[in-house]
Antibody
Framework: QVQLQESGPGLVRPSGTLSLTCVVS?????????WIWVRQPPGKGLEWIGE???????NCNPSLKSRVAISIDKSKNQFSLNLTSVTAADTAVYYC???????????WGQGTLVTVSS | QSVLTQPPSASGTPGQRVTISCSGT????????VNWYQHLPGTAPKLLVY???QRPSGVPDRFSGSKSGTSASLAISGLQSEDEADYYC???????????FGGGTKLTVL
């Protein structure tokens, strides 16, 4: 079955760059699907960060667009998230998922907690 | 503050029927289908209902979804202790040109 697994540093310094990778198994990152990043700050709801297509095209949340870069690596069957100039407000559990259509995501990764702190 | 509005909490006793609402606007729920996710903290969110009222394989028919205008609902009948979780609604949004979520509803089985 399709599985996604996030990985990356659990602690990032303020003003630094948050970098995460999502490894996909059981499916090809080159399939006709978008791949998405979503986050959940402590005690809050889910927030869409952005998504990437096999061509490398991206669609990002306007509120984060100036700080977000999402890329795809077909050779490693994975996609990545870079979020620059982070602050404490970027502390969250970050999830990756496969987009089936619109707001239909399945499956999701387990999520990884990233804390922004000095 | 989330774009879609859900009650922060809901509760019921085993065997009861519980409904969770999700309110949006014409740019999201009013124009697109709604998806629901079940989330247990520390685990991957699970797609529970898609395209407003369809269940993925393996999801019990105790879970059902509906929509009317700019609001949607998730109904859980025959409530079980294992249903205790957070539930999120989601829909595409034309203004954002991306998906939006509800703030989540924490369901407690008393």
């Amino acid at each position: 079955q399709v599985q996604l697994q996030e990985s990356g540093p659990g602690l990032v310094r303020p003003s630094g760059t948050l970098s995460l990778t999502c490894v996909v198994s059981g499916d090809s990152i080159s399939s006709n699907n978008w791949w998405i990043w979503v986050r959940q700050p402590p005690g809050k709801g889910l927030e869409w960060i952005g998504e990437v297509y096999r061509s490398g095209s991206t669609n990002c949340n306007p509120s984060l667009k100036s700080r977000v870069a999402i890329s795809i690596d077909k050779s490693k069957n994975q996609f990545s998230l870079n979020l620059t100039s982070v602050t404490a407000a970027d502390t969250a559990v970050y999830y990756c998922a496969k987009v089936l259509s619109g707001s239909r995501f399945d499956p999701w990764g387990q999520g990884t907690l990233v804390t922004v702190s000095s | 503050q989330s774009v879609l509005t859900q009650p922060p909490s809901a509760s019921g006793t085993p065997g009861q029927r519980v409904t969770i609402s999700c309110s949006g606007t014409s740019s999201n729920i009013g124009s697109y289908t709604v998806n629901w996710y079940q989330h247990l903290p520390g685990t991957a969110p699970k797609l529970l209902v898609y395209s407003t009222n369809q269940r993925p394989s393996g999801v019990p028919d105790r879970f059902s979804g509906s929509k009317s205008g700019t609001s949607a609902s998730l109904a859980i009948s025959g409530l079980q202790s294992e249903d205790e979780a957070d539930y999120y609604c989601a829909a595409w949004d034309d203004s954002l040109n991306g998906p939006v979520f509800g703030g989540g509803t924490k369901l407690t089985v008393l």
